[in-house]
Antibody
Framework: QVQLVQSGVEVRKPGASVKVSCKASGYNFITSGISWVRQAPGQGLEWMGWIGLYNGHTDYAQKFQERVTMTTDTSTSTIYMELRSLRSDDTAVYYC?????????????WGQGTLVTVSS | QSVLTQPPSASGTPGQRVTISCSGSSSNIGSDYVYWYQHLPGSAPKLLIYSNNQRPSGVPDRFSGSKSGTSASLAISGLRSEDEAEYYCAAWDDSLSGVLFGGGTKLTVL
């Protein structure tokens, strides 16, 4: 059974960067990668991109192409999402989610979420 | 246009059947599977329906999904108070080369 545990609350000033972690356990060949999805206050879910667990291949949403980097540390089974040049509208809960092989919209399970607040 | 359109709200009384629609285009729903997620306040989203109409283990058969052309629907029968949540459809979009989520539908059980 795949389990995803994310890092804790982060507070940053505009222009700074944040790196959120997602530690995975119990995954097998069915899990091909990890996606990151965020939800800003009062808004819906927004896909940011995904990273392949076994080859490190990444696909980023066009909106975040210039500011996001997703990486994996295979030694600790931890996936990272770094977002740079933060703005106030990046304030959101950031989720990692397990992606099923061959189905990039299949997110199951999800991490518990990490609140990132961007404020001066 | 690469968007998935859902009604912002839906409601029903306990025991009723409600449906939530998700309208897309040939570049997303028309060419890929549709997924539905349930998001309860304070919790992580949960996969409710995959591959248009399949339920993961543990999801009650009160929940069902369907797809026709560039539209999809989620139906909830025998509505219960614990079904009160936000529901999102999702699909891969070929034009964007990314995953699209619908705007979400807030379901209220009256």
């Amino acid at each position: 059974q795949v389990q995803l545990v994310q890092s804790g609350v982060e507070v940053r000033k505009p222009g700074a960067s944040v790196k959120v972690s997602c530690k995975a356990s119990g995954y097998n060949f069915i899990t091909s990668g990890i996606s990151w999805v965020r939800q800003a206050p009062g808004q819906g879910l927004e896909w940011m991109g995904w990273i392949g667990l076994y080859n490190g291949h990444t696909d980023y949403a066009q909106k975040f192409q210039e500011r996001v980097t997703m990486t994996t540390d295979t030694s600790t089974s931890t996936i990272y999402m770094e977002l740079r040049s933060l703005r106030s509208d990046d304030t959101a809960v950031y989720y990692c989610a397990s992606v099923k092989a061959g189905a990039l919209s299949w997110f199951d399970p999800w991490g518990q979420g990490t609140l990132v607040t961007v404020s001066s | 246009q690469s968007v998935l359109t859902q009604p912002p709200s839906a409601s029903g009384t306990p025991g009723q059947r409600v449906t939530i629609s998700c309208s897309g285009s040939s570049s997303n729903i028309g060419s890929d599977y549709v997924y539905w997620y349930q998001h309860l306040p304070g919790s992580a989203p949960k996969l409710l329906i995959y591959s248009n109409n399949q339920r993961p283990s543990g999801v009650p058969d009160r929940f069902s999904g369907s797809k026709s052309g560039t539209s999809a629907s989620l139906a909830i029968s025998g509505l219960r108070s614990e079904d009160e949540a936000e529901y999102y459809c999702a699909a891969w979009d070929d034009s964007l080369s990314g995953v699209l989520f619908g705007g979400g539908t807030k379901l209220t059980v009256l």
